[in-house]
C-alpha cells in the first residue's frame, strides 16, 4: 500500500507532486489548502484536514485512518505550539496512534524517536517552502511494516529524495 502525504499547499500544489500522489491507493492532506479546488487535482481516495487558514472550508480539524499496521491521525498541528508544535503534546493528544500527520511548519519532519512517530510532510505549495516543494510517500509492505520516504522537488523540476 503506497499512500502520498502532503500539507500546506497555499493553493497551489507542485505539478510533480500532483504526479506522485496519483500514483498513491491514498493521499493526505493535513491542512492549510486554502483553495479547496486544488485537490481536484488529485485523484485517489483523500482524506483532509482543515488548517488555521482554512475555516473557509468545510473539514474536521482532527481525521483517523485505520491502515494495516496502525493507525495514522492527522491535524494540522498550529494548537500544539504557534511556531513550532510539540511533538510530546502531539503524541500526549493521539497516544493510541502509531503516527501523527501533522503540517503548519512547512518544515520537512520524520520523528521517529519514540511512538507515536511525529511526520510532517513540508509544504507542497510555494509558500516558505525552503526552495523546494515537499511530501512523503508512506508505503506499507506485505507484513505492515511502514517506510517513510521523503521527496522534494525544486522550483527547476528538479527532484531530490
Known amino acids: 500500500m503506497k499512500i502520498g502525504i502532503l500539507s500546506d499547499s497555499h493553493g497551489w500544489i507542485h505539478p510533480d507532486i500532483i504526479s506522485l500522489m496519483n500514483t498513491c491507493d491514498q493521499v493526505i492532506h493535513a491542512g492549510d ?3 479547496e479546488n486544488t485537490l481536484s487535482a488529485l485523484t485517489p481516495p483523500l482524506t483532509a484536514v482543515r488548517g488555521n487558514n482554512d475555516g473557509h472550508i468545510s473539514l474536521k480539524n482532527i481525521e ?6 496502525g493507525i495514522i491521525t492527522i491535524e494540522h498541528g498550529h494548537e500544539h505550539g504557534w511556531n513550532t508544535p510539540s511533538h510530546d503534546s502531539l503524541r500526549q493528544t493521539h497516544a493510541h496512534a502509531k503516527a501523527i500527520i501533522y ?4 518544515k520537512q519532519v520524520i520523528d521517529k524517536t519514540t511512538t507515536p512517530w511525529v511526520i510532517n510532510p513540508g509544504a507542497a505549495g510555494a509558500i516558505r517552502n525552503g526552495g523546494s516543494s515537499k511530501c512523503l510517500i508512506l508505503t506499507i509492505d506485505d507484513m505492515q511494516e511502514w517506510e517513510f520516504t521523503p521527496y522534494h522537488f525544486t522550483n ?6
Open 156 to 161: 527547476d523540476k528538479g527532484l531530490t529524495v
Open 64 to 69: 483517523t485512518l485505520l491502515l494495516p499496521g
Open 33 to 35: 489548502i486554502i483553495e
Open 103 to 106: 503540517g503548519h511548519t512547512h
